[in-house]
């Protein structure tokens, strides 16, 4: 099968919502979407705990021939322009309501900082979310990487989700995904260190 009937195909079954969570749903591969070489090989421990959910904050794309070139300048901009080993999510969601493979299930990403990159799965919506929710193919596209993610052992059963801004000080990933993502089962807030209340009356001298 051609690469632009493989997307189309693929995309024929993200909007129809076929493809069973176990077997990941459409899911393009490095090789399809014409990736460069990674350069990186940490790997990381698996199974894992967390999830981090983030967006491009860049352009939209809405057809399998659009995220493919999207994927491609998240890419170049990561490992051209910010010298990185290879593109920093492990994977990518387009509005096609397909999945792009990033560096996968197997390989530390570069999403989140030093602390959270080693322990997490990082995907992230290629769009700006802060004014509007990406569409509901979309979003079952990632629920359903996230159950094969359990599925196969990559993911432990009660992982946690996290939105990017509970991780670093961030608008990612948008305020319209972000109250999204709270709302799924899986998501798990980040407690925030304490912080004494200043007193009411200041004390006598």
């Not at 993610?149 to 990559?154: E, F, I, L, P, S």
Request: glycine letters at 8%.
């Amino acid at each position: 099968m051609s690469r632009r009937c493989a997307l189309l195909a693929w995309a024929l079954l993200a909007l129809l919502g076929l493809g069973a969570a176990q077997d990941c749903g459409p899911i393009v591969s490095r090789r399809e979407w014409r990736a460069l070489a990674s350069k990186c090989n940490r790997r990381l421990r698996q199974p894992v705990r967390y999830v981090v959910v983030s967006h491009t904050a860049g352009s939209v794309c809405d057809t399998p021939a659009s995220c493919l070139r999207q994927a491609q300048n998240v890419q170049h901009y990561h490992m051209r322009t910010l010298g990185w080993c290879d593109v920093g999510y492990n994977f990518l969601i387009g509005e096609d309501g397909l999945v792009y493979e990033g560096r996968g299930w197997n390989t530390i990403g570069a999403h989140s900082g030093p602390t959270w990159n080693p322990i997490a799965i990082g995907i992230s919506f290629m769009g700006n979310y802060m004014d509007r929710a990406p569409p509901a193919r979309a979003l079952r596209a990632a629920q359903n990487l996230l159950a094969c993610g359990v599925a196969r052992g990559y993911l432990t059963p009660n992982y946690e989700v996290k939105g990017h801004r509970d991780v670093q000080q961030t608008l990612s990933p948008g305020d319209q995904l972000y109250d999204i993502i709270q709302r799924w089962p899986h998501y798990r807030s980040v407690p925030q260190p304490h912080t004494p209340a200043p007193p009411q009356h200041l004390p006598a001298l």
